[in-house]
Structures are given as C-alpha cells and as structure tokens.
C-alpha cells in the first residue's frame, strides 16, 4: 500500500507527510489520516462557478455535504480569488477521476487549492451523479487536509466511489483542526493528489 501511494503521489511532501501519519495510525487506526497543511482555521472560500450547470451542481452537492458534517465550513463564492477553485479537466489521465493541487504559504498554512473532476473518465466508467458526487467530497477533502484512506469504507478511499463522507472522515478533520500545525516542514510546499478510476 505504501509503495503503490508513493507512485501514485510522485511528490516527496506526500512520503513526508505520510511518515507523520503511520505514526499517528498507531494510535488512531479507524481515522482517515491526514497531514499538517491545512487552513488556518476550519473555513475556506470556494468558487464553483467554472464549470458546467451539471458540474456546478455537483461540486455544490459536495459542499452541502461537507458543511452539514459540522466539522468545516466552505463558503460559496463566484469571487477568482477564492481560496479554493474548482473545475473540470479533460486533458487529466483516463485512468484518473480527479486531482487536487495544494499550495502553502510562507506561514505554513494552505494558500490556494485547485481541485479538479475529470468528465470523461468519470462518464466512460458509468459514474452515477451520486457517485460523482463522492468524487467530489473526496477532492474537498484533500482541498481541506486531508489522505488517503486505505480503508473502502471512507470518502478518502483514493479511488472512492461508492462511499460518502463517513465518520472516520469527521473525527480526521476534527483532529487535524484542534492540531498545532507543523509550519516548519509545510511553509511553501505545493502537494499533488491523483485519484486513480475504480471499475466496478
Ligand atoms: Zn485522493
């Protein structure tokens, strides 16, 4: 599992980042594990606009998900400078079905994220709305801090599909949040997360 995410990620920030989280597994197994970036407090602007009515609609979705969950809150904006921007990419991999792309600032803390769903890959594989709407819950949950799952029953499963946002997601982002962040090792970092299609 740890060599296949390493090749998955291809980014040295991941592999640090994951040393920090098989320590913390010890303790916390059932927990979706999650790194040291994130925002400065559980809030962050997010644009939906750039995208299709269909793709809006379910990037809102998953919103709506995430700040009924209680633990973060995402605030709609049609604003470029949001602090997360979201979109639709064809050119990605056909064997992915989103990507988030992570930037943080000199103090340490994330300053912009792009997350993106990729249509074809998406429409080529049978995804259901819904189904696209976990993908999307997933992309939002790295946009917000958090890993890979390697466990099925999680949005964070990398090639989540069938799961919504579960409990061990919440109780992640909850700990992630009351955490004292690691601005040493996160100041200007830029962390890529790819997420491999699954077949049915
Ligand atoms: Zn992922």
Same mark, same amino acid.
């Given at each position: 599992?740890?060599?296949?995410?390493?090749?998955?990620?291809?980014?040295?920030?991941?592999?640090?980042?994951?040393?920090? *989280?098989?320590?913390?597994?010890? +303790? !916390?197994?059932?927990? %979706?594990?999650?790194? =040291?970036?994130?925002?400065? @407090?559980? #809030?962050?602007?997010?644009?939906?606009?750039?995208?299709?009515?269909?793709?809006?609609?379910?990037?809102?979705?998953?919103?709506?998900?995430?700040?009924?969950?209680?633990?973060?809150?995402? *605030?709609?904006?049609?604003?470029? +400078? !949001?602090?997360?921007? %979201?979109?639709?990419? =064809?050119?990605?991999?056909? @064997?992915? #079905?989103?990507?988030?792309?992570?930037?943080?600032?000199?103090?340490?803390?994330?300053?912009?994220?792009?997350?993106?769903?990729?249509?074809?890959?998406?429409?080529?594989?049978?995804?259901?709305?819904?189904?696209?709407?976990?993908? !999307?819950?997933?992309?939002?949950?790295?946009?917000?801090?958090?890993?890979?799952?390697?466990?099925?029953?999680?949005?964070?499963?990398?090639?989540?599909?069938?799961?919504?946002?579960?409990?061990?997601?919440?109780?992640?982002?909850?700990?992630?949040?009351?955490?004292?962040?690691?601005?040493?090792?996160?100041?200007?970092?830029?962390?890529?997360?790819?997420?491999?299609?699954?077949?049915?």
């Amino acid at each position: 599992m740890l060599k296949k995410f390493i090749k998955i990620s291809g980014s040295i920030v991941i592999i640090t980042t994951l040393l920090i *989280v098989t320590s913390l597994a010890v +303790s !916390a197994a059932e927990i %979706t594990p999650h790194g =040291t970036a994130r925002w400065e @407090s559980a #809030t962050a602007t997010i644009n939906t606009s750039n995208n299709s009515a269909k793709y809006q609609k379910i990037w809102n979705k998953a919103v709506t998900a995430w700040n009924q969950t209680g633990v973060f809150e995402f *605030v709609l904006t049609s604003d470029s +400078s !949001a602090q997360i921007n %979201t979109s639709t990419n =064809t050119s990605l991999s056909g @064997s992915y #079905t989103g990507m988030t792309y992570i930037t943080t600032g000199s103090d340490g803390y994330m300053q912009s994220v792009t997350s993106e769903l990729n249509p074809q890959t998406l429409a080529a594989y049978d995804y259901s709305t819904a189904e696209k709407v976990n993908v !999307a819950e997933h992309e939002l949950g790295h946009a917000l801090g958090l890993l890979h799952n390697p466990n099925r029953a999680s949005v964070m499963f990398a090639a989540n599909r069938y799961y919504s946002i579960q409990k061990v997601d919440t109780q992640s982002v909850q700990q992630l949040y009351a955490t004292q962040m690691d601005q040493v090792s996160m100041r200007n970092k830029k962390i890529i997360f790819r997420d491999p299609v699954n077949v049915k």
